[in-house]
Each structure stands twice: as C-alpha cells, then as structure tokens.
C-alpha cells in the first residue's frame, strides 16, 4: 500500500473546504462530492473533500517533492456579496494578519497560500461562495441560495479544469 497522499503527482488538486455541520461552510465540500459523483475527474487531476484540515494538506503540499502546478481552493465566504454569489477573491487581498492561519470562520489558509504561490511557484486559485448568513452552532445542510451554486461551481471548475 502507497503511502503517497493521492495528490501526489497530480497537476491539479481541488480542495473542497469548510465544515459541513456550519451551515453554509459546508459549500467547498458539497463542490467536492458533486464534482466526483458527476463528472469523469481526470488522471491528472485530485478532488479532495478536506473539509478542516486544509491546513496539513497545504503544509504537506510545501514539504512534498510532487507538487502540483495548480491548487483550487473551493471554500464559503461572506464578502457582503448577493448569498450564493460565485466569485475569485485574489489570495493577495486576503488577510496577512497571522491569526487569519487559526481562524475557522475565515479563509484559515491565506499565508500558507501565498507561500505556494511564491516560494513554490504553484498557481493558486479560489472559487468562493457568497454565504447566506453566518452560523456558529450545529445546523448541518446549506442554505438554498447556497445550495443552488454547487451545481455552476462544479461546471466551472470542470471546464476550466478537467482539461
């Protein structure tokens, strides 16, 4: 049994994010599982349902000698967007703050994500999600606005990179 993760030699991981009993935060993993259960995902290409733990995924992407050329990063946010608005915040307006790595309630990977892209030369993208509200008790599902965009956040991703 390999004990490579299974992104290794992959070019492009996609990285579905959030707690899925947090309402809403469950969106980047909802994209993962729609995108594995509907579509024929490339050799080349790794979905990961990581839900929390984006982080150790990410740190071991730094330490791996098998880096991918491109990481996706599919996560909620609240941006004061219309809820279930799809959108690509740039990783360089995230926040620099150090706390932002410990945060559950905010993108927690902004200054590990602009390592990979600066220190290791992998291209980083996010497909974010408008939440509906915030949520900081057990209420797993999303809401329906959020709900609705898994459907066009897999088609996006699928043709920009399923290729």
Same mark, same amino acid.
């Given at each position: 049994?390999?004990?490579? *993760?299974?992104? $290794?030699?992959?070019?492009?991981? !996609?990285?579905?994010?959030?707690?899925?009993?947090?309402?809403?935060?469950?969106?980047? *993993?909802?994209?993962?599982? =729609?995108?594995?259960?509907? =579509?024929?995902? *490339?050799? %080349?290409?790794?979905?990961?349902?990581?839900?929390?733990?984006?982080?150790?995924?990410?740190? %071991?992407?730094?330490?791996?000698?098998?880096?991918?050329?491109?990481?996706?990063?599919?996560d909620a946010m609240d941006c004061a967007l219309a809820p279930g608005e799809l959108f690509s915040p740039d990783i360089s307006s995230l926040p620099h703050v150090k706390l932002d %790595?410990?945060?559950? +309630?905010?993108? *927690?990977?902004?200054?590990?994500? &602009?390592?990979? &892209? %600066? +220190? $290791?030369?992998?291209?980083?993208?996010? !497909?974010? $999600?408008?939440?509906?509200?915030? $949520?900081?008790?057990?209420?797993?599902?999303?809401?329906?606005?959020?709900?609705?965009?898994?459907?066009?956040?897999?088609?996006?991703?699928?043709?920009? +990179?399923? &290729?």
């Amino acid at each position: 049994m390999s004990t490579q *993760p299974a992104w $290794c030699g992959k070019s492009v991981l !996609i990285l579905g994010c959030g707690n899925i009993l947090l309402a809403d935060d469950g969106f980047g *993993p909802a994209v993962a599982q =729609y995108l594995e259960q509907n =579509y024929a995902v *490339p050799d %080349d290409v790794c979905v990961l349902n990581v839900g929390t733990s984006v982080r150790e995924i990410l740190f %071991d992407t730094i330490l791996s000698d098998e880096k991918p050329s491109k990481i996706v990063i599919v996560d909620a946010m609240d941006c004061a967007l219309a809820p279930g608005e799809l959108f690509s915040p740039d990783i360089s307006s995230l926040p620099h703050v150090k706390l932002d %790595d410990f945060s559950m +309630h905010q993108l *927690p990977t902004s200054n590990l994500l &602009r390592e990979l &892209r %600066d +220190h $290791c030369g992998i291209e980083v993208i996010v !497909i974010a $999600c408008q939440v509906a509200g915030q $949520c900081d008790v057990v209420n797993p599902g999303l809401s329906p606005a959020v709900a609705a965009a898994v459907k066009p956040a897999a088609e996006l991703l699928a043709n920009e +990179h399923f &290729r």
